[in-house]
């Protein structure tokens, strides 16, 4: 019997908030809920390290990592539709700007990503390489979507396969194309490598053989 | 008015037996002409008082492997603009010596098409001010449109034949 009625309860408190919520299918925001700004907000987690009577003791790779993982400047190398969709991860909407990346650059000099973006056709390979060229160290670069990781569908003659081919490549996004969630998730993973980059990798032999292997120096 | 048939005469008249295979698919005149005489044909088509084929809409090839001798086909979309009316012919040509008179003298866009025609299929057109890849590498040692060469890319490493619908167990 006790059962009957709570369940009775649970069917009326149901009702009510389909009446509440889900009849007003053109109306929003009518009672909004207050953003929790105490909850919502984060702030990069401090490294590891020594703290006692006003000091903080930690690694200089660690607070120069915390640094650069915040403040990464892309280098958009859009060529297709990936590239409308960077776009929109730029907007309002996604905005990249919440991981610190707002401060898009179309100067390599300047900036930290190389973000390709879109099929490479093999005419456009020496252009791509020369931006990455130019770029200064330290650099990432991060391949959006199929074409740019593999060639994609364009399985033909005039078609680079993979950007991997003439330069480095440290993040993979898969899609075709991938959707603006999916670009964010890489530039996070840019930014765990960047995050947990030794101070000395750059300078280091395996380093130098990989930028070797592409003809780099 | 411009009629096929009017303008079918006045090339039989004017060339005689050289020019063949006339037809009109979806109703566009089409005729095939003897390659030596492209120009000659392209010039009395563009001169005429009455045909003014003025512009040259496209210009391409084909191949066809199996037509022994004459291998490659190069076609000439012709517009009159006065009169708003189309033909289209086809030269044809071996795949030994692919020699074809430009047209880049009698219409400006030839230039552009028949570079892109030489970069793709290998037709020199003899004659043309610049004939030199356009969009493929110049590095490329190849027709990429002719039959014989593959369509995919041979320096892809990790795509897998059956993936695409190629052979593999899917056959």
Not at chain 1, 120 to 145: C, D, F, N, S, T
Not at chain 1, 157 to 169: K, M, T
Request: hydrophobic residues 40%.
């Amino acid at each position: 019997m006790k059962l009957l009625s709570l369940d009775f309860v649970i069917q009326r408190s149901l009702s009510n908030y389909q009446i509440e919520f889900m009849s007003r299918p053109v109306q929003y925001n009518v009672t909004p809920i207050p953003a929790d700004i105490n909850n919502s907000l984060q702030v990069a987690p401090m490294p590891a390290g020594h703290s006692g009577e006003g000091f903080f003791a930690t690694k200089l790779e660690s607070v120069v990592g915390l640094a650069r993982a915040n403040s990464i400047w892309p280098l958009p190398f859009a060529t297709s539709c990936c590239g409308i969709e960077f776009m929109a991860t730029m907007g309002s909407h996604y905005d990249l700007a919440r991981f610190g990346s707002e401060r898009v650059g179309f100067s390599p000099r300047q900036c930290d990503l190389l973000m390709v973006m879109g099929t490479i056709a093999k005419k456009m390979g020496p252009v791509l390489k020369q931006v990455y060229l130019q770029m200064a160290e330290p650099r990432w670069v991060i391949a959006v979507g199929a074409c740019a990781s593999s060639g994609g569908i364009f399985d033909t003659y005039s078609v680079l396969q993979g950007i991997d081919q003439i330069i480095p490549v440290d993040v993979y996004v898969p899609g075709c194309p991938p959707r603006p969630e999916a670009i964010i998730d890489g530039v996070i993973r840019i930014q765990e490598l960047i995050h947990n980059e030794p101070l000395r990798r750059r300078n280091s032999e395996h380093y130098k053989a990989l930028l070797e292997s592409y003809g780099i120096q | 008015m411009l009629t096929n048939e009017h303008i079918k005469n006045k090339l039989i008249e004017k060339f005689g037996d050289a020019l063949t295979d006339f037809s009109e698919p979806y109703g566009m005149l089409t005729f095939e002409a003897p390659k030596d005489l492209n120009l000659k044909v392209m010039q009395f088509l563009f001169d005429d008082a009455e045909l003014r084929f003025q512009f040259l809409t496209d210009l391409q090839a084909v191949h066809y492997p199996d037509n022994k001798g004459r291998e490659l086909a190069v076609v000439y979309h012709l517009h009159n603009l006065a009169d708003n009316v189309r033909i289209r012919f086809k030269v044809f040509t071996s795949i030994e010596q692919p020699d074809v008179y430009t047209a880049t003298k009698l219409y400006e866009s030839a230039n552009w098409m028949e570079r892109e025609t030489y970069d793709f299929f290998g037709i020199n057109f003899v004659g043309h001010p610049n004939l030199k890849r356009i969009l493929n590498v110049d590095e490329m040692d190849y027709f990429p449109m002719r039959k014989e060469f593959p369509l995919e890319d041979q320096t892809r490493v990790d795509k897998d034949d059956e993936m695409f619908g190629r052979g593999g167990s899917f056959n």
